[in-house]
């Protein structure tokens, strides 16, 4: 069965640092990837998605995520992060034969101004 | 912008009643789902409604809940006799396709007292 592993639950940093949200999923079939962002009190928005082609995607709000098949890694990343960008980011599979979303158990990003 | 709306934003019931959750897709998509997420944990699958029957379904999913599409556009996610661990939000979701972009709708906070 597929899986999506979160290992950073909470991630702080400072104002226009940099940011990297880890993401490692299992699969023995190809997968489609997705990154979801929960803003507070809000429902869940689509970051960016891998479907196939290039492997880096950009995404909304200065994102990019790099789909790498050999560490069967998604990692998300911004180079510079702004205090609207706290919220909560879901990592996501799907698998190319079926149609329901499976969720990691999401990294809480939290801006230090 | 086309959006998945969802009623009401928060419920309120007594254990052991019955709550329906309301749900309406973006009007061209064909397939539904229902997730949940419990306060502070990951984004649960709950099931998924492809050509007016359930396509697949999660343990989550036992025979207390139902879902049913019962005009052209609403989709609702029945719970026939509530526990207080149903106390969650539960987000509806649609897409134009297997494996495409899910756009979820902003949720509706269960609470069961």
């Known amino acids: 069965a597929q899986s999506v592993t979160q290992l950073d639950s909470q991630v702080p940093v400072f104002e226009e640092a940099p940011v990297e949200l880890r993401c490692n999923y299992s699969s023995s079939v190809s997968v489609y990837l997705f990154w979801y962002v929960q803003y507070p009190n809000q429902g869940l928005q689509l970051l960016l998605k891998?479907?196939?082609?290039?492997?880096l995607v950009k995404g909304i709000n200065g994102f990019e995520a790099e789909f790498n098949k050999s560490q069967t890694s998604f990692h998300l990343r911004k180079p510079s992060v702004h205090i609207s960008d706290t919220a909560e980011y879901f990592c996501a599979v799907t698998l190319n034969r079926d149609d329901k979303i499976i969720f990691g158990k999401g990294t809480r990003l939290h801006i230090l101004p | 912008e086309p959006e998945v709306t969802q009623t009401p934003s928060h419920q309120v019931t007594q254990m052991g009643q019955e709550v329906i959750l309301r749900c309406v897709p973006i009007?061209?998509?064909?397939?539904f789902y229902w997730y949940r997420q419990i306060l502070g944990q990951k984004v649960e699958f709950l099931v998924s409604f492809y050509n007016n029957e359930i396509s697949e379904k999660s343990e989550i999913f036992d025979d207390q809940f139902s879902v049913e599409r019962p005009d052209g556009s609403n989709f609702t996610l029945k719970i026939r006799s509530t526990k207080l661990e149903d106390s969650a939000m539960y987000f509806c979701?649609?897409?134009?396709?297997?494996?495409?972009?899910?756009?979820f709708g902003q949720g509706t906070r269960l609470t069961v007292v």
């Open positions: 009007s061209n998509h064909l397939y």
């Open positions: 979701a649609s897409s134009a396709g297997a494996n495409t972009e899910a756009f």
């Open positions: 891998y479907l196939s082609g290039s492997t």
